[in-house]
T-cell receptor
Framework: ETGVTQTPRHLVMGMTNKKSLKCEQH?????MYWYKQSAKKPLELMFV???????ENNSVPSRFSPECPNSSHLFLHLHTLQPEDSALYLC??????????????FGEGSRLTVL | QKEVEQNSGPLSVPEGAIASLNCTYS??????FFWYRQYSGKSPELIMS????GDKEDGRFTAQLNKASQYVSLLIRDSQPSDSATYLC?????????????FGAGTRLAVHP
């Protein structure tokens, strides 16, 4: 148990569906992240939020829409996805976005399959 | 050029042997280096960090850093089957006013009895 909870753990959706991934952290951290993990590829940073403000959008397609209503919750809204978007989506948090210690606390991930 | 490179493996070692995992990075300005372990179906967890040239030991784990060669390694002594996992090298890149972690694709380690 890392203190970061992601739901759902598994999601199958069609290309025309709209769904959302949810992340909640119970660590009192100020920064939250979305990463994409595809087979045999490095973890790709998608979005960074610091004190609820988006500080990084790493050229992510607009079919991925993040939302951070407060420092403890992070959502990733999905619509009109493509099969190549199938991957493990990891949420992480850190004390702040400087994370000099390099420690990110990851959730267990949401495994997304786009048909 | 990939920013952080690792051999994907699998690296197969017998139980009790030393496992050596290697990583190279492209940004000479990087100052902080980390190793994460990821078991199959689980999330990554931080196991080692290193900031200065040389060796840093923590139990059976030793991280080695050579900034001149832009090379980081992780040694696991007395390898156990429970060490079988994917090991991710991560490098902190200062960009946009703050540190950003850049990950390698990971090396899969298999320790066989």
């Amino acid at each position: 148990e890392t203190g970061v909870t992601q739901t759902p753990r598994h999601l199958v959706m069609g290309m025309t569906n709209k769904k959302s991934l949810k992340c909640e952290q119970h660590l009192g951290h100020n920064a939250m992240y979305w990463y994409k993990q595809s087979a045999k590829k490095p973890l790709e940073l998608m979005f960074v939020y610091n004190f609820k403000e988006q500080t990084e959008n790493n050229s992510v397609p607009s079919r991925f829409s993040p939302e951070c209503p407060n420092s403890s919750h992070l959502f990733l809204h999905l619509h009109t996805l493509q099969p190549e978007d199938s991957a493990l989506y990891l949420c992480a948090s850190s004390q702040d976005r400087g994370f000099d210690t390099g420690e990110l606390f990851f959730g267990e991930g949401s495994r997304l399959t786009v048909l | 050029q990939k920013e952080v490179e690792q051999n994907s493996g699998p690296l197969s070692v017998p139980e009790g042997a030393i496992a050596s995992l290697n990583c190279t990075y492209s940004d000479r300005g990087s100052q902080s280096f980390f190793w994460y372990r990821q078991y199959s179906g689980k999330s990554p967890e931080l196991i080692m960090s290193i900031y200065s040239n040389g060796d840093k030991e923590d139990g059976r784990f030793t991280a080695q850093l050579n900034k001149a060669s832009q090379y980081v390694s992780l040694l696991i002594r007395d390898s156990q089957p429970s060490d079988s996992a994917t090991y991710l090298c991560a490098v902190a890149l200062f960009s946009g006013g703050y540190n950003k972690l850049i990950f390698g694709a990971g090396t899969r380690l298999a320790v066989h009895p």
